[in-house]
Every structure is written in C-alpha cells, then in structure tokens.
C-alpha cells in the first residue's frame, strides 16, 4: 500500500488531504512540523511526502532539502504563497511539484498520482525497506544509516528483492525455487529456507522489515506500519 507522509501544521489541511487520499487506498502518516516529519523518516519508508512552507521548528524549506539530500522520495509542496520567485525557490530544493493554498481536493490527487507513476517508472529496479535500499541496476543494498553499500549472493539479493516487491504476499517454496533457481532446478527446495536463514542473519540489526516463516506454506516479508 502506498504512503503518503503529510506535513502541515494546520490541522484541517491535513484531515482534507488525509480524506481524500485515503479514498485513493493510500495510507496517510500526518506530522505537524518539519522537524517531526524528519525524524519519522528516519526510522519509516514513505512513498511521497507533501509538505507545506510555512511550518514552527522545521519549514518545508529545509525538510525538502534533507529529503533531496537523503534520496529520491517524491515531493509535492504546498503553500500560500504563488510568487514565481517561490516556485522557482521550491523547484531548486528539489520539489517535484507544486500546489497553491487554497487548492482544489481533486487536482492534488492527480498530481500525487502522477508523482508515483513518475517515480516507479524511474525507481522500478529500487525497493526502500527503510534504511535499507535494493538496488536491482547494480545487484546492491545500501545502508542508509551507515551511508554504506555491500555486495551480498546473487540467489540472496534475487530472494529478498522477490519477496520485498510483494509485501504481506505469500510466497512458497516452490513459487520463489521457480521464479529464482528456475523450472529446470532439481536441488532441495530446503535451499530455500537456507538463503532465509542467511537474508534473516544478515540484516538481524534492521527492525525495517522482517521475513515471516508461515508453517507448512513458506514466507512472505512484513513491513511494520505506526
């Protein structure tokens, strides 16, 4: 499911986003200031961020310029102010688009769902699980805490990256034995459940994201949700 991170200090900006989006199926995080925000993306994966300008202790302003430094999260900003110097301010921080207080409820759909079609046709190959990133184009997993990059088995990444584009879904053993050894593979399906013991040792310090033994059916990766 898709998370929108909304950040806004006036209250009933956020419940008519909050409505409107939740009609769309995507689940809404509110935070009241930048500085909250921030700290919640630290530890949460968030599929697209709408921010206002004028916010106490953190302004969109600077939040939009730790997000484009951190990563490419999608950002919609709104404001009161349509100035083009403003504009041309928000583009430059790294904002993806733009809407101008009062809005209309509708347009700013679209242009959030435009934002996410944007993003997954450029992102189709990267899976965030937090604060740790799946690269497909170079087969790597960065670790954004750490500001690190490693190199992990070939049948590791292809497993984890399987079971990390399909959250919550179940997966057997005999599923990802064919989309990953292949329908040619005649080795033990318990294979399977040693690259898991490996994937489960390798990221045992990560709360992000967990993989799920389901008895007798096989595995499927949680993300936890606030």
Known sequence: MTTV??????????QLIRLYLEDEGMTVIEK???REAWHYMADHPVDLVVLDVMMPEMDGWEL????R????TPMLMITAKGEPAERIKGFQI???????????PMEMVMRVKALLKRYRIFTSQIIRLGRVVLDKN?????FEDVGQSATIPLKEFELIYTLASNPGQLFTRDMLIQQIWGYEYDGDERTVDTHIKKLR????????F??????GLGYRLEVPRD
């Open 64 to 67: 939009g310029r730790n997000i």
């Open 138 to 142: 170079s087969y790597q997993v960065h």
């Open 69 to 72: 430094n951190s990563g490419d």
């Open 32 to 34: 009241t200031n930048g």
């Open 210 to 215: 967990r993989i799920v033994t389901l008895r």
């Open 5 to 14: 991170l909304v950040v806004d200090d006036e209250t009933h900006i956020r």
């Open 201 to 208: 040792e390798r990221f045992a310090g990560y709360a992000d």
């Open 94 to 104: 790294g904002t993806d688009d733009y809407l101008v207080k009062p809005f209309e």
